[in-house]
């Protein structure tokens, strides 16, 4: 799933410092399930900044609503509805959300509650980690299931570097060095011999260096 | 069963029977229910079945009575039997709204009873390991958890009487509300000085059940009605059977830290534990509470009120 984290509320409160009717939009999708921008948390967020505007002697007047998904454009008609007689949106999509709503809403303000972090998984209750890095080019099938583009903290394609230590990686030693985990796993299902491919070079334009990307299906149109 | 002399000492103890005064809800009340399924002159129902269902596990009722009725054993045994008799009531016990639940699954892996699983694409509670402590209520993102009866511990009835307590225009002093767990402050408070204790016109007490009950959003809409603090009374943690104090603790600190970057101070939600049967240290904490917050002042100037 897309995983984020709610902004600081000091710059949430500073985007709509002159804004008095504001609509706060949360999402159903990745972010609700990753418990950051779900019905619950538009509630919370609101709560705080009626909260926050009282303690400045401002009322604010506070719309709340929970889309289906805000990465969909039919999903977002109801809240260009709304839209119409707020000053501005706070949206607590992943950026892509908040990018849709921005680019269909019409000329009212659209600001981010959240900054989307990464993709990733659930570790444990409360913990979430990185996976994927989107790099349109996955690997996953040499190196056991694990990516050595995000779990190795320079993306190396080839092996560790120098700073493998003891398993751990010398950006943050808490981080397991994502080699050694690649090379336990093709130990662990004996696929040890595909250590051995040399990949070539990246291709870093499948990835964000070739700029914005699309995917196209014809079947679907 | 048969023990039971029907004293009705457990009568103080039960939240579920201070709430409604309906002796049907009182733990004597159910064992009769029970003793007439038993002996035939009753004919088991969805109303009784819910009924036996409705209990918050606190066991007190156990440790009040006179005879030593395994009151929690004999409620569990009938439940169990309830269930293989195909009754399917949902009483105190935890359930989700499946039509809007995303499925997170953080229910399933908080729960410290075990009681939630992931079925056939669903969130089921088993309803015989649901012990009712509604610690699941804030963790959900979708809002989809409900308690089916709450017995005025769920976040509406809570809302309700926090806004009627705060704009009561008949008491200018109210300033604070003051969360207690079901399970440890209150029922010893309750018991022991409640009758004698003259309660507070500056805050209200109010029962939460386990203070993991207890909805951060419950939290902020008493400030957004006028609150200058909110004290919640838990258990010990190494206590608390639910892992509430533990939540709750953290939750707190999440709206704490808020409250610091908005120039509120911190120590407006605070937290104390309290041991069964320690009301002296409760009103010592809720004294001291109060002045505190008293000499804070308001959190923000409420326009309307005095």
Avoid at chain 2, 25 to 34: A, E, T
Avoid at chain 2, 75 to 94: E, H, Q
Avoid at chain 2, 199 to 209: D, G, Q
């Amino acid at each position: 799933m897309v995983v984020a984290e709610q902004k600081p509320l000091k710059d949430i409160l500073s985007y709509i410092d002159d804004s008095k009717r504001i609509i706060i939009a949360g999402c159903h999708g990745c972010v609700t399930v990753c418990s950051t921008g779900g019905q619950k948390e538009v509630d919370i967020l609101a709560s705080l900044i009626e909260i926050a505007g009282k303690k400045q002697g401002k009322e604010y007047e506070i719309k709340k609503i929970t889309l289906q998904r805000q990465c969909d454009p039919e999903f977002l008609e109801e809240l260009i509805e709304m839209a119409k007689d707020y000053d501005a949106i706070i949206s607590m999509a992943c950026g892509a959300g908040v990018q849709l709503v921005a680019e269909r809403v019409g000329p009212i303000k659209v600001f981010p509650a959240l900054n989307t972090t990464f993709i990733g998984v659930v570790e444990t209750k409360g913990e979430w980690a990185e996976r994927c890095q989107a790099c349109g080019d996955c690997k996953l099938y040499l190196t056991g299931g694990i990516c050595p583009v995000t779990r190795c903290s320079k993306s190396l394609l080839n092996g560790p570097c120098g700073g493998s230590h003891e398993g751990f990686c010398e950006v943050d030693p808490k981080t397991p060095c994502g080699w050694q985990l690649i090379v336990d796993r093709l130990k662990a299902i004996g696929c040890l011999h595909t250590y051995a491919t040399i990949v070539e070079p990246a291709d870093w334009s499948k990835s964000r260096d070739g700029g914005p990307r699309r995917m196209i299906r014809e079947d679907l149109k | 069963m048969n023990s039971c002399i029907r004293c009705g000492y457990c009568y103080e103890h039960c939240p579920v029977f201070k709430s409604t005064k309906w002796e049907i809800d009182s733990p004597r009340g159910k064992l009769i229910l029970l003793y007439g399924l038993l002996s035939g002159e009753l004919e088991p129902s969805d109303y009784i079945a819910n009924k036996i269902f409705e209990c918050f596990h606190c066991g007190r009722c156990q440790k009040a009575c006179a005879s030593g009725v395994p009151t929690l054993e004999v409620f569990d045994a009938a439940r169990a039997d309830l269930i293989d008799a195909g009754f399917n009531v949902v009483g105190t016990t935890s359930q989700t709204n499946h039509d809007i639940c995303a499925r997170c699954l953080n229910c399933v892996r908080m729960c410290k009873h075990e009681a939630r699983s992931f079925v056939d694409g669903k969130i089921i509670t088993d309803r015989l390991k649901c012990r009712s402590c509604g610690s699941c209520l804030d963790i959900c993102s979708e809002k989809g958890i409900t308690i089916g009866t709450g017995y005025g511990t769920n976040p509406d009835e809570l809302s309700s009487k926090i806004k009627k307590f705060l704009n009561n225009p008949e008491n200018p002093d109210a300033k604070a509300i003051v969360f207690m767990c079901g399970w440890s402050s209150y029922p010893g408070f309750q018991a022991s000085v409640y009758d004698k204790f003259e309660i507070s016109r500056e805050y209200e007490i109010l029962v939460t059940a386990c203070s993991g009950r207890l909805k951060s959003q419950t939290v902020l809409e008493s400030f957004e009605e006028g609150a200058w603090g909110v004290l919640i009374c838990c258990c010990p943690e190494n206590e608390c059977d639910h892992g509430g104090s533990a939540r709750v603790k953290a939750r707190m600190k999440y709206l704490t830290d808020f409250f610091e970057k908005m120039d509120i101070e911190k120590n407006r939600i605070q937290i104390a534990e309290i041991p069964q049967g320690n009301p002296k240290l409760f009103t010592d904490t809720a004294t001291k509470f109060i002045k505190e917050i008293g000499s804070l002042g308001p959190a923000f100037e409420r326009v309307g009120k005095c």
